[in-house]
């Protein structure tokens, strides 16, 4: 299936995104990206789904002795992005498909190291007066739900109170939304294509036709389903 036209990217038939690369390399990109971030947490876990991607991230550059993986999130999704080989790309691919989908979250020496890298990683963004302010503006002068306008004090008081079952019950909240995948390479053959496309569909959950998260959280605040 073409998107919009561009012969670039293309739709298989289990919803992965190729991207062609114009110039000839042998590294392939992969992304994998959960629309779900800040907004569609309950206040309870506000900033455990940013702890669980610390988490998984850290781990899977320990399992596979790579640091060519990144991960992020902001208010609406959270993202895991690699960098690897057309000769590893499989096993890549499907040992981190494996972390993202069932991540070992009972490494308590590696849980209290990513609390910390938190901390210093929020002091050090709101310790920037001009983003601080910006911050403040907006919480006090746009009109949005209270959920949206939370703060960094909510947000380290959460992963500071963090346990493995909190961020269980995270991770199935953030995994019950099917991610979308992009994959780039430089002329990767059809044979390559299916083996990667069959890798990210049979590893995925089976339970991806939960409700929405952001239903959730608004139920939770009215106490009924919207």
């Known amino acids: 299936m073409n998107t919009q036209g561009n012969k670039e990217i ?8 190729f991207i062609d690369l114009p110039k000839k390399t042998d ?11 800040y907004y569609n947490e309950p206040d309870k876990s506000f900033g ?12 899977i ?15 609406r999704v959270t993202r895991f992005d690699f960098k690897t080989s057309k000769r590893d790309m499989i096993k890549f691919l499907s040992d981190s498909f494996n972390e993202i989908f069932q991540p070992g979250l009972k490494d ?13 990683e929020l002091y050090e963004k709101y310790s920037d007066f001009k983003n601080q ?25 959460n992963v500071e109170r963090a ?14 939304h099917q991610p ?9 053959s059809l044979k390559q294509r299916k083996m990667l496309s069959n890798v990210a569909y049979f590893t995925k959950p089976k339970n991806w036709a939960m409700p929405n998260s952001l239903d959730v959280v608004l139920s939770e605040k009215k106490q009924r389903v919207i």
């Not at 293309?10 to 995104?17: E, P, Y």
């Not at 455990?48 to 781990?59: A, G, K, M, N, R």
């Not at 308590?108 to 210093?120: C, T």
Request: hydrophobic fraction near 40%; glycine fraction near 6%.
């Open 48 to 59: 455990l789904t940013h702890l669980l991607e610390h988490l998984i991230v850290d781990s």
């Open 133 to 157: 302010l910006r911050h403040e503006i907006i919480r006090t002068l746009v009109r949005l739900p209270d959920f949206i306008r939370r703060n960094r004090t909510d947000q380290l008081r």
């Open 10 to 17: 293309t739709k298989d038939s289990h919803g992965i995104f």
């Open 108 to 120: 308590v020496k590696l849980l209290s190291k990513e609390k910390a890298r938190i901390r210093i």
């Open 27 to 37: 590294e392939v990109f992969i992304s994998i990206i959960f629309r779900f971030g």
């Open 163 to 176: 346990t493995a079952s909190d961020l269980k019950r995270a991770h199935r909240l953030l995994v019950s």
């Open 180 to 188: 979308t995948i992009f994959i780039g390479g430089y002329n990767l």
């Open 61 to 75: 550059r320990q399992k596979l002795n790579t640091g060519d993986i990144d991960g992020s999130i902001d208010n």
